[in-house]
């Protein structure tokens, strides 16, 4: 009976709290370490998702990107000739139809916005299969001609990872949330080999805030999977130009102009995929698992048409940025890629189309280029610093995050030179874009289901108030090698009956409950035992955490009062109780009631120093 109680084994939550106690994972050094692991894991998911694509492509294609092929025939089955692109589609539907009606209806579509659905209305929780569903429908989907990005499907694997690790963890909701950033940075990080990018895009896109704290733990991921990507894959740009300069301050002029089509073409893009699944939705009277094998029968033949739009279709992005097409040729691809992006999505696939918008605008950019080029051959530069700018617009004006299309493509590239027509055209695109739709090519799809993800919300006091406001002095203690026999009498002082117990150095060893000594005393164990063998470890809390977090770890022991500890240490600085968070609750309520200004998030209130001196608990 003394064991069981010395390890706060409790039933299982009891034993998990402790055992993540003494792990530290509730801790600062903790919420580093679970971002490291999230890094670690997106980056060998990305060079496993990536690895998969390919074989999957060469298994139905006979090459490992037959985007850029050309019209040629499948190795693996020369007879069918180029008319085994018709059939590739609807084998890849069959596959991947029924898995993802079975297992994971989330896994079908792009992804990104399921994760921002998980962060803003879930608390961050992603169900254990998606990962594994996502990743084979999506390498299905490209690999048999789906036009559709890897980026997409990678985020959400790399998120739905920072999920169950935090989960497993029992981190607290907002750590939850920043652990699904973290395998989302590091998706895009270890995809594009762009660590930047990938940071500004979880921050930008899926938390959609530039919180100190979020920032430093979401590089450390981002950083972690581009590491390890690069081990795969080596350091280069993902993109071999030649270089590219500013010619003329006049070329300013024509690069806002390309901004502003930029953004146009990223509203129409979103129109046309969405106008497509409607259309879809409409038509198909079938069962689910069944409808991309028979709209593949539409993708194949449209992939009989145009070759170049079969997976992702990077090489032919290449090709159109280094000049090697022809203006009618690149806006021939501009719109076959729309259509085969759109069709994709709508009879079923499951990817991305944040390569897709990249695609597009490298196409639109390189006919503005050659236009322009041609028009005015002394004042501007190749056509292939255009392309790089309109995959920048038409992707700002289809997601409209500016920071990250902007780093996006200095990282894809390297270019620095065209850094100054690349913000300028993009932040014009955003701005189109924001005129002519309220919504996103992620957020659309939230909205058509009922959910506003960009909605004023009530912020909850218990989640903006910190333990640091609320904490009280710490109780009496006990040494780690005092007799038990001191500790009824410190109980019988307490109204929270809880006494902590420390070591010879003052450090936190654990807490003795009322209901510990009481199973103690019942079991007739020996009289001589010490206050640290019935010690049970606890959750641990800092003082930046909240009021929430102190709740939920207060309702996981029967404990009273816990102890808090400093933020980012290991300092005991104070303790913490029902009547201490009730209290600090209702004092910030009649603050706020009496100020005329709306609930504030944490980094809106003033320090503590500068609220009232109102002390902690009640005397």
């Known amino acids: 009976m003394r064991e069981r109680a010395a390890r706060g084994a409790r039933g299982p939550r009891g034993a998990t709290i402790t055992a993540r106690a003494r792990l530290g994972l509730s801790g600062t050094r903790g919420l580093v370490a679970l971002a490291l692991l999230v890094g670690v894991g997106a980056g060998l998911g990305a060079i496993a998702f990536r690895e998969l694509i390919q074989g999957l492509t060469e298994l139905f294609s006979g090459y490992r990107d037959y985007s850029a092929a050309g019209r040629v025939a499948n190795p693996h089955v020369p007879g069918l000739g180029i008319w085994f692109v018709v059939l590739a589609p609807v084998m890849g539907g069959l596959l991947y139809g029924p898995l993802v009606a079975r297992f ?73 949330k920043l652990l699904v950033a973290c395998g989302a940075a590091g998706g895009i990080s270890a995809t594009f080999n762009a660590p930047i990018a990938g940071v500004f895009f979880a921050l930008e896109v899926i938390l959609r805030d530039f919180e100190t704290d979020s920032f430093g733990v979401v590089v450390l991921s981002s950083v972690t999977a581009a590491a390890i990507a690069r081990g795969a894959f080596g350091s280069a740009s993902f993109l071999h130009l030649p270089g590219f300069t500013l010619t003329s301050p006049v070329e300013l002029v024509l690069y806002a102009a390309l901004g502003l089509l930029g953004g146009a073409v990223g509203i129409v893009f979103i129109r046309v995929l969405y106008g497509s699944e409607d259309l879809a939705d409409r038509l198909w009277r079938g069962p689910a698992w069944a409808r991309p094998a028979v709209g593949g029968i539409l993708l194949g033949l449209l992939l009989l048409a145009v070759p170049e739009m079969y997976g992702v279709g990077y090489p032919v992005l290449s090709l159109a940025v280094s000049g090697h097409y022809a203006i009618a040729f690149v806006l021939l691809l501009l719109v076959a890629k729309i259509a085969a992006t759109s069709l994709t999505i709508s009879i079923g696939g499951s990817g991305g189309v944040f390569a897709p918008s990249l695609f597009m605008g490298a196409m639109l950019g390189s006919a503005f ?87 004023p919300r009530v912020v909850s006091v218990m989640r903006t108030v910190t333990l640091e406001d609320a904490i009280e002095p710490m109780p009496e203690t006990l ?40 199973q103690h005393m019942m079991a007739d164990d020996p009289p001589g035992a010490d ?30 009062g816990l102890p808090v500890l400093t933020a980012g240490g290991r300092e ?41 001196a109102t002390p902690a608990v009640a005397p």
Request: aromatic share 2%.
């Open 369 to 455: 280029g050659q236009v322009a080029h041609q028009l005015l051959p002394g004042v501007t530069a190749p056509a292939g610093a255009y392309a790089l700018v309109g995959m920048g617009a038409v992707f700002a004006g289809s997601a409209r995050a500016p920071i990250t299309a902007v780093l996006i493509i200095f990282e894809l590239t390297g270019e620095y030179s065209i850094i100054l027509p690349l913000m300028l055209a993009i932040v014009l695109a955003a701005g189109i874009s924001g005129r002519l739709s309220s919504d996103t090519i992620y957020t659309l799809k939230l909205r058509r289901r009922g959910i506003q993800i960009d909605r």
């Open 531 to 560: 206050a640290g063998s019935l010690a049970r470890g606890v959750h641990e809390l800092h003082a930046d955490d909240t009021l929430e977090d102190a709740v939920h770890a207060l309702g996981a022991t029967d404990a009273t």
């Open 104 to 176: 994971a209806p989330e896994a079908r579509g792009h992804g990104v916005p399921e994760v921002m659905l998980a962060v803003a209305e879930h608390g961050g929780r992603m169900r254990a299969q998606v990962p594994v569903i996502k990743a084979l429908a999506s390498a299905l989907t490209i690999g048999s001609g789906g036009s559709v990005g890897r980026e997409g499907p990678i985020v959400q694997i790399g998120s739905a990872l920072g999920s169950l690790i935090g989960q497993a963890a029992r981190v607290p909701e907002r750590r939850l």
């Open 572 to 612: 005991i600085a104070g303790w913490i109780t029902h009547r201490s968070i009730l209290y600090a609750y209702h004092r910030e309520r009649r603050r706020l009631a009496s100020a005329p200004t709306p609930t504030p998030t944490p980094a809106d209130r003033p320090p503590a120093r500068e609220r009232d």
């Open 479 to 518: 040494a780690a090698d005092a007799p038990l026999s001191a500790a009824p009498a410190r109980l019988t002082d307490r109204p929270d009956q809880s006494v902590p117990v420390l070591d010879a150095l003052g450090r936190l060893v654990g807490v003795i409950t009322a209901g510990d000594l009481e």
